[in-house]
């Protein structure tokens, strides 16, 4: 489907999808404050009383804006490479089980669901103060640790979900004409996995992986509102978690980093929806 062709709610999470990239890539570069300098005479200020800060300021005298693009960075990446390292693997056990079935595809089932029987939140806090936690308190724990720990914990919960929807597509497509033709004619199971199979299953997890994304952004942002994620306001949730004792002096500091990164889901959530919408009408016309 063309841009075009979108309705305007699918246009604006385009475009806004796409201005969070660009922070993501070029957000170091924009002349703003730095995130990291705290404006003593602008403490607490409101959304756009000052040119200097647009966005305002938290009670520390953190620029706004400053750490909304700076958050942008970790926040997708983590979602990115969670997705696409759980989407890669869950995806290959899912169609190899699938396509193989027996024993090896109730194994990898099982497996799926055990670990869809954990929640995300457990899972991740379970790794973080086994892996990211220092005996002696004092000792601080490296941010890439954690950020390591993280990224881990939310791509095991990632494997399942796409491994799954893998899973259904293919069983779905390895009975179709022209794989049982292909089969027929001699043709090796990988080629026909790989030609026929993975092509034809791949909308289907394009589709999930956008709401994947949107699921591991907010779980990522929660595990910072319990202390357990990246500190020192680097990602939006950790500046979630920064600015909540300022909900009383000053509510747009905490205001700012949730509409973004809901924006950022709900952006999210609407393009799967648009490849999922596509992927059935062009199941219907199979």
């Given at each position: 489907?063309?841009?075009?062709?979108?309705?305007?709610?699918?246009?604006?999470?385009?475009?806004?999808?796409?201005?969070?990239?660009?922070?993501?890539?070029?957000?170091?570069?924009?002349?703003?404050?730095?995130?990291?300098?705290?404006?003593?005479?602008?403490?607490?200020?409101?959304?756009?009383?000052?040119?200097?800060?647009?966005?305002?300021?938290?009670?520390?005298?953190?620029?706004?804006?400053?750490?909304?693009?700076?958050?942008?960075?970790?926040?997708?990446?983590?979602?990115?490479?969670?997705?696409?390292?759980?989407?890669?693997?869950?995806?290959?056990?899912?169609?190899?089980?699938?396509?193989?079935?027996?024993?090896?595809?109730?194994?990898?089932?099982?497996?799926?669901?055990?670990?869809?029987?954990?929640?995300?939140?457990?899972?991740?806090?379970?790794?973080?103060?086994?892996?990211?936690?220092?005996?002696?308190?004092?000792?601080?724990?490296?941010?890439?640790?954690?950020v390591i720990v993280i990224i881990l914990s939310l791509t095991i919960v990632?494997?399942?979900?796409?491994?799954?929807?893998?899973?259904?597509?293919?069983?779905?497509?390895?009975?179709?004409?022209?794989?049982?033709?292909?089969?027929?004619?001699?043709?090796?199971?990988?080629?026909?996995?790989?030609?026929?199979?993975?092509?034809?299953?791949?909308?289907?997890?394009?589709?999930?992986?956008?709401?994947?994304?949107?699921?591991?952004?907010?779980?990522?942002?929660?595990?910072s509102l319990l202390g357990v994620g990246i500190v020192d306001g680097v990602?939006?949730?950790?500046?979630?978690?920064?600015?909540?004792?300022?909900?009383?002096?000053?509510?747009?500091?905490?205001?700012?980093?949730?509409?973004?990164?809901?924006?950022?889901?709900?952006?999210?959530?609407?393009?799967?929806?648009?490849?999922?919408?596509?992927?059935?009408?062009?199941?219907?016309?199979?």
């Amino acid at each position: 489907m063309k841009f075009k062709q979108l309705g305007i709610f699918s246009k604006a999470s385009v475009i806004w999808l796409g201005i969070v990239m660009f922070m993501v890539v070029f957000g170091q570069w924009i002349p703003l404050p730095k995130p990291t300098n705290f404006d003593i005479d602008a403490m607490g200020v409101g959304l756009f009383d000052s040119l200097k800060h647009p966005l305002g300021t938290d009670s520390n005298g953190y620029d706004l804006l400053s750490n909304v693009i700076r958050g942008a960075r970790p926040s997708m990446l983590i979602s990115l490479i969670s997705v696409g390292i759980g989407g890669l693997i869950g995806s290959t056990l899912g169609i190899i089980s699938a396509y193989k079935r027996g024993k090896l595809d109730y194994i990898v089932n099982t497996l799926f669901n055990i670990v869809l029987s954990v929640p995300a939140l457990v899972l991740g806090l379970a790794l973080v103060a086994v892996l990211a936690t220092n005996p002696d308190p004092n000792i601080e724990v490296p941010t890439s640790r954690r950020v390591i720990v993280i990224i881990l914990s939310l791509t095991i919960v990632i494997i399942p979900i796409l491994g799954r929807i893998a899973r259904g597509a293919t069983l779905s497509w390895s009975n179709r004409e022209f794989v049982v033709a292909a089969r027929s004619m001699g043709m090796k199971d990988s080629q026909i996995i790989m030609k026929h199979i993975v092509p034809n299953v791949l909308p289907a997890i394009y589709a999930v992986a956008f709401l994947a994304i949107g699921v591991v952004i907010v779980v990522e942002g929660s595990l910072s509102l319990l202390g357990v994620g990246i500190v020192d306001g680097v990602s939006w949730g950790s500046m979630i978690a920064r600015v909540r004792g300022d909900l009383e002096y000053a509510p747009h500091s905490m205001i700012v980093p949730v509409v973004v990164l809901a924006l950022t889901v709900i952006a999210c959530n609407q393009l799967g929806d648009i490849l999922r919408s596509q992927l059935d009408s062009r199941e219907g016309r199979l």
